[in-house]
């Protein structure tokens, strides 16, 4: 089969960063090992992307800094720093951001209209409050038009309005005018397959276009990275950790007071990598607490050797009370850890219930005892985090890998173009896979 000509529109896509950036980067080379694909990215990113070995010939640099570097000065200044307040970057990037598809179109309009490409795909930015102005103007060309992985949107719980405001999200209380925005309704109208990456985003999606939506998160894993642990018996000492910002929503100090007693039994090590405007606090608590032998919390480590020092745990805990997507879950799967996670939005989305524990949800007095349920369950089986990950590893071979993701992306390809009758269907979420 003749592979599809796949134009891949990836703002922020940059193989020197984290988040949504590596994201985007790992998702174009995933595609282009099943179709013939072209990156377009702003041209703040060129220098890494030429740098990671790409030709030329399949990237082209867009440049929109004078709108997205001012995007970023204002957000830096209402945010006070680049921590917190992520809806204020958020809104303030989607203003800005019609000026990086007017260039696009300048620069690929003609090609487009003379057939170069069977398909465009928007893989970033990720947030569904992002509309696209291409989608018309593509459609009366009639070149097909995927829009997504899209993510977002996650309400923040009850009983955690005190963290929403630490959190300086003072602009996720207006964020539904977002739907006003020029060009929203007319992203939906016009793509040819939405690809809606959590369950929260997919019920925010007006019904009437669930007819094109496909459920696809957007992570995956390489596996080159995250090479399957080496098997080792259970040991009485379970040994915890967790990856990411300590900012006030990853609920790290909840973690700390449900473990407090077992670590100071001996019972239970936290390895925390990480940092962030939460560490002072966390350390506070471990001196408070008298946790100082039983908890790491050494800052970030070299995103090379993150997996060795993964590896060496039993449980990834990861009390986050709003998470859109859950990489980091998903890479501690891939190692063989066991996750626990809250069931609220993302993260629970990407365990199923053979592969680890979701704990359910509630104010933080409700949490605290319930994460420490399971955690002790850990103490009392230590073979059960051997279990559970066998079965993470299994799950993310089968579903989480960028190979899976860009067979997932042909199939999507194929749909629009018309080579399919049937939309492409994984479940919402993604099942475990048996063995």
């Given amino acids: 089969m003749k592979k599809p000509r796949v134009l891949v529109i990836g703002e922020a896509a940059n193989p020197a960063l984290t988040s949504a950036a590596l994201v985007g980067w790992s998702h174009y080379l995933a595609i282009a090992k099943v179709a013939d694909a072209h990156l377009v990215a702003e041209k703040r990113n060129e220098e890494e992307i030429l740098k990671a070995g790409l030709p030329r010939e399949q990237f082209t640099s867009i440049n929109a800094r004078a709108a997205q ?58 947030s569904p409050t992002t509309p696209s102005l291409l989608a018309k103007k593509l459609k009366k060309i009639g070149v097909p038009f995927v829009v997504g992985p899209l993510n977002g949107g996650v309400p923040w719980p009850k009983g955690f309005e005190y963290m929403r405001r630490s959190e300086k999200e003072w602009l996720s209380y207006v964020r539904p005018l977002y739907k006003l925005l020029p060009g929203y309704r007319g992203t939906r109208e016009h793509a040819q397959a939405i690809v809606i990456a959590s369950c929260t985003t997919w019920d925010q999606e007006p019904e009437r276009y669930h007819d094109k939506c496909i459920f696809m998160p957007e992570n995956g894993i390489d596996l080159k990275r995250f090479p399957k642990a080496l098997e080792r018996p259970p040991e009485e000492l379970v040994k915890i950790s967790f990856v990411g910002r300590l900012v006030p929503l990853k609920g790290l100090d909840m973690l700390l007071e449900a473990t407090k007693h077992l670590i100071r039994d001996r019972k239970v090590t936290i390895d925390i990598i990480g940092d962030g405007p939460e560490m002072p606090k966390l350390k506070g608590i471990v001196e408070r607490e008298g946790l100082g032998e039983g908890v790491k919390l050494d800052g970030w480590v070299e995103h090379s050797v993150l997996h060795e020092r993964l590896s060496q745990g039993d449980v990834f805990a990861f009390p986050s009370i709003r998470e859109f997507g859950g990489g980091a879950v998903l890479e501690a799967m891939a190692l063989g850890l066991a996750p626990v996670v809250l069931d609220y939005a993302g993260p629970t989305e990407l365990v199923p219930p053979e592969c680890g524990i979701s704990v359910a949800m509630g104010t933080r007095e409700e949490l605290i005892p319930r994460l420490r349920d399971a955690i002790e369950g850990f103490v009392k089986d230590p073979a059960k985090a051997r279990e559970y990950g066998r079965k993470s590893r299994r799950h993310i071979e089968k579903m989480y890998t960028w190979e899976a993701k860009a067979e997932q992306d042909l199939e999507i390809y194929r749909w629009v173009m018309g080579e399919r009758k049937e939309k492409p269907d994984w479940g919402r979420p993604f099942a475990y896979q048996a063995d």
């Fill in 69 to 126: 570097g001012l995007a970023w000065k204002i957000a830096l200044m209402l945010r006070g720093g680049k921590d917190l307040g992520w809806t204020t970057y958020s809104a303030l990037y989607t203003l800005a951001y019609p000026f990086f598809e007017r260039e696009f179109w300048r620069v690929f309009g003609d090609r487009l209209k003379a057939g170069e490409f069977d398909v465009v795909h928007r893989i970033l930015p990720l």
